[in-house]
């Protein structure tokens, strides 16, 4: 068969994207999971164009809830042209009854363990709707293939080396997607590391692992660490912000070439902290935790969440001067969302807190998806817009920059200056995330407002 798989995305700048960091991982695992009788396609709709007169025999989709509504879209014009259509991924496995209006079948979980016999169905004529993927050992994964990216990444080598999480933040979908945290072998993780078929020079050089929390089994990691060593490579991934409290694993970062490390922050508020149950932070000790990674030469990417119950327009305002304070070299904005599956969107459903006249397309981090308590939806949208330009500002910009150059890893610099200078283009440009809540004349020509019912149209 001839399949196309797209990673579906809906604009979430008003002027879009024309390069992006990284690519999700899925879709290159989901290639390179496909057997090698069938001929696939990659497409990444943030950065390519859809062929959208594709001769493919099936469409895959996989797509995030705020990206939902754009996937159905495109399973409808495929379907209409009489493409097999199936779709995954997180918004489908806690809505797959929504997603079989528009798709010839869904894949709930991961899809590892489905994805043969799904192909050996739709090839016979006999797919089934639904396929529940199981949660194997993470075993024998084939390489991703990089060589179905396109050339608008950034960072094209992304890896996953564990998945899951072991806590329960309430707005994360990741302890409900996943039972615990599995690893996979080494010497698996090391043979994905050392392919360097890439055409620059930053790109043979840098490891995304595309990870919700990579150093958490400490005797697993430091083994991967020890083994990067020779391989002089820079790296950066997500972790909890406990890691500081482990001198041999900065030892080892510091040694194999981590140059940044993706941080939950979420707030300077220990009532909100409470609220989403981040167990390991304790807002009393983010500066010398970032003091500590900075003494390592490692870059402090820190993520901030707005929308928390006592969270007002003053004080989100009020995060862009902590964020300063403590000395956080790449800020990551986002509006608390409650996603389905999660403790967060139990409790507000509970509280009748959920706008439920707002579609998926606000379930993408960037929008107001709820009511808070101490400002209306829009405030807090408007809020997190202030916020935004007052972060990505290029005094702001610069500021961080200019500190990141005493850092001593030439890569956190490296990388502060990609990601402010990314950021900070934006905000200069007017390219500031969508707003969904205004009509769509205001927001750009290219997205249309579409509200997806609680199940089939």
């Known amino acids: 068969m001839k399949i196309d798989i797209i990673v579906v995305y809906e604009p979430r700048y008003m002027k879009g994207h024309a390069r992006d960091f990284v690519p999700p991982v899925t879709g290159m695992y989901l290639a390179a999971l496909t057997p090698n009788e069938h001929h696939v396609r990659l497409f990444h709709q943030q950065v390519d164009e859809i062929d959208r007169n594709s001769e493919a025999d099936l469409i895959a989709l996989s797509f995030f809830s705020g990206f939902a509504e754009e996937g159905y879209r495109l399973a409808d014009f495929f379907r209409s042209r009489g493409k097999l259509v199936i779709a995954g991924g997180p918004h489908v496995t806690f809505c797959a009854e929504e997603a079989l209006c528009h798709v010839d079948a869904v894949v709930m979980g991961e899809a590892e363990s489905v994805w043969e016999t799904l192909l050996n169905d739709a090839q016979r004529g006999k797919l089934s709707r639904k396929y529940v993927g199981e949660e194997i050992p993470l075993t024998g994964m084939p390489m991703p293939r990089y060589d179905l990216l396109s050339s608008r990444y950034f960072i094209p080598r992304v890896i996953q080396a564990t998945r899951g999480c072991p806590y329960s933040c309430s ?18 993780v090391i043979r994905e590391i050392q392919y360097n078929d890439f055409p620059h020079w930053w790109q043979r050089r840098i490891v995304w692992f595309w990870d919700d929390n990579l150093l958490v089994k400490r005797q697993w990691a430091k083994e991967l660490l020890t083994r990067m ?32 490390i993706f941080l939950g922050i979420e707030s300077f508020n220990p009532d909100s902290i409470e609220e989403s149950n981040k167990k390991n932070n304790h807002v009393d000790t983010y500066k010398e935790s970032v003091r500590v990674l900075h003494r390592y030469g490692i870059a402090v990417m820190g993520g901030m969440i707005a929308g928390f119950d006592n969270d007002t327009p003053e004080g989100i305002l009020a995060m862009e001067n902590c964020m300063a304070q403590i000395g956080v070299d790449v800020p990551f904005l986002s509006i608390l969302t409650p996603f389905m599956g999660t ?52 005094a702001a910009v610069l500021r961080r920059i200019g500190r990141a150059i005493f850092q001593s890893h030439p890569g956190a610099l490296l ?15 007017g390219n500031l995330p969508v707003d969904f809540s205004r009509k769509p004349d205001e927001v750009t020509d290219n997205v249309t407002m579409h509200r997806i019912p609680d199940m089939c149209p």
Not at 232 to 254: F, H, Y
Not at 421 to 426: A, L, R
């Open 229 to 260: 060593i020779p391989l002089k490579k820079w790296w950066l991934t997500q972790a909890s912000i406990d890691i500081v409290n482990d001198p041999e694993l900065l030892q080892l970062m510091k040694a194999s070439g981590c140059i940044g």
């Open 171 to 188: 707005f994360c979908t990741v302890p409900v997607l996943y039972s615990g945290l599995r690893v996979r072998p080494v010497d698996e």
């Open 415 to 429: 990388l502060s200056f990609m990601m402010n200078g990314f950021y900070g283009h934006k905000a200069l440009t």
């Open 343 to 394: 403790p967060l969107y139990a409790r507000l459903e509970r509280e009748n807190r959920l706008n439920r006249d707002r579609g998926w397309r606000f379930y993408n981090g960037y929008n107001a998806a709820f009511s808070p308590k101490k400002m209306t939806a829009d405030q807090l949208t408007d809020a997190h817009r202030n916020l935004w330009k007052k972060v990505f500002s290029p």
